[in-house]
């Protein structure tokens, strides 16, 4: 076991680096002996040590898609430490839990273990460690539609990186605060941050951040009509995540160069960058994301013409989010969307009737189908 967390340790530390592949294979040829540890760990009651194993592999969990398991052995851990007193341990497991929820699209508890890992680390005087978890607090506050406070806490999380001194945790506050809307800014054009995010993350050799940076730049620019511009960020972000194996932001981009796409009339090339999208959010669990999607194909054929497919997969969207988020969140909200909705509402009742009657399976199976009436 110790030296299992010896090896996940020094992983942690280069999985931001030049040669952070070769560390993910590594955990991923050893995963089976590390989640053995991990238990071992638990069962002998060594705390401090299951801790720190299950922090270390917070970021492995995320790039290879094992979002559902990484949850589990997060939640037994502090479940674990529940009566043992490691407050920095514990808000850092927190974070790591809450990024798991992040990514499964469940936000709203995702935010409570935000929450709670702020307060850990405040009380700890960790500003380090409260800067890291404002960042992504921050990014889960706006996707549930509470923009001024999720602007106040990104820009928060910028502020204390820039104290901290630490580059990777600068450019990663840059990320969350500007790459994580949607391009969507009022007043304000974030692309001199966006580029100092990547322009630090290529001097650390960080090509994850930099294709996160050049992602963010492609929504900046789709959001301000710069089509043109937007196109070969989205695809060089999709190629770096290709390279990296990153499934989550793979489809990301992948949604951006569908919507780009929709913008500029390529209807066939749209249509074929967000069923991509769709199919690897739905593969990898994340079911916020794969009912965002839903959006985002029914305004695609809605450009395209195909109304009654359109007012289906939008009416499934509307029912759907609230049974997975609640509410609407802002990541999809926009008058377009809205005028769209009504629309659909007046002119295709039953078609939009159908579709609020779908269930999640029969709305992806629906939205991956032919785009031909």
């Known amino acids: 076991a110790d030296y299992y967390l010896s090896l996940a340790l020094e992983a942690e530390e280069q999985l931001h680096g030049c040669d952070q ?16 540890a991990l238990s071992w760990l ?3 009651r060594r705390v401090k040590k299951a801790l720190q194993l299950a922090i270390s ?24 430490a529940a009566s043992e007193r490691y407050t920095v341990l514990e ?28 307060q850990l680390f405040r009380a700890e005087g960790d500003r380090a460690g409260e800067g890291m978890v404002l960042a992504d607090l921050g990014v889960a506050e706006r996707w549930l539609c509470d923009r001024s406070t999720g602007d106040r806490d990104c820009e ?4 204390i990186a820039r104290e901290v001194g630490d580059p990777l945790q600068i450019s990663i506050a840059l990320i969350w605060a500007y790459a994580t809307t949607g391009g969507k800014f009022e007043g304000f054009s974030p692309q001199a941050e966006l580029e100092e995010a990547v322009s630090i993350s290529r001097r650390l050799g960080n090509l994850w951040g930099v294709s996160h940076g050049l992602n963010g730049l ?39 160069l569908g919507t780009t796409a929709c913008h ?28 965002f999607m839903l959006s985002r194909m029914g305004m695609a054929r809605r450009t395209a013409g195909n109304h009654h497919q359109a007012a289906r997969l939008l009416g499934a969207y509307r029912s759907l989010l609230e049974v997975f988020v609640g509410h609407p969140c802002a990541i999809s909200c ?21 579709g609020q009657s779908m269930s999640l399976e029969e709305s992806v199976s629906a939205a991956l189908g032919c785009a031909d009436e």
């Not at 710069?226 to 060089?236: H, N």
């Open 334 to 354: 926009s008058e377009e969307l809205d005028t769209a909705f009504r629309q659909y509402q007046q002119m295709y009742p039953e078609q939009w009737s159908a």
């Open 156 to 159: 928060q999380a910028v502020r």
């Open 264 to 291: 500029l009339g390529d209807v066939c090339d749209a249509e074929e960058y967000l069923k991509e999208s769709m199919q690897l959010f739905h593969a990898l669990g994340d079911r916020g994301n794969t009912v």
């Open 218 to 256: 492609g929504d900046l620019f789709r959001e301000t009509g710069r089509y043109e511009e937007a196109r070969p960020r989205y695809q060089e972000a999709l190629k770096g995540f290709r390279s990296l194996r990153d499934r989550w932001m793979a489809a990301w981009s992948l949604e951006g």
């Open 21 to 36: 592949l070769s560390w993910l294979d590594t955990l991923e040829l050893e995963i089976d002996n590390l989640h053995a």
């Open 91 to 118: 808000a850092k497991a927190l974070h790591a839990l809450g990024w798991m929820f992040f990514i499964q699209g469940r936000w709203s508890l995702a935010c409570d273990r935000y929450h709670q890992s702020l």
């Open 57 to 80: 592999l917070k970021w492995f969990w995320y790039r290879y898609g094992h979002f559902h398991q990484g949850q589990r052995l997060l939640e037994q851990t502090l479940e674990a």
């Open 42 to 44: 638990l069962q002998s």
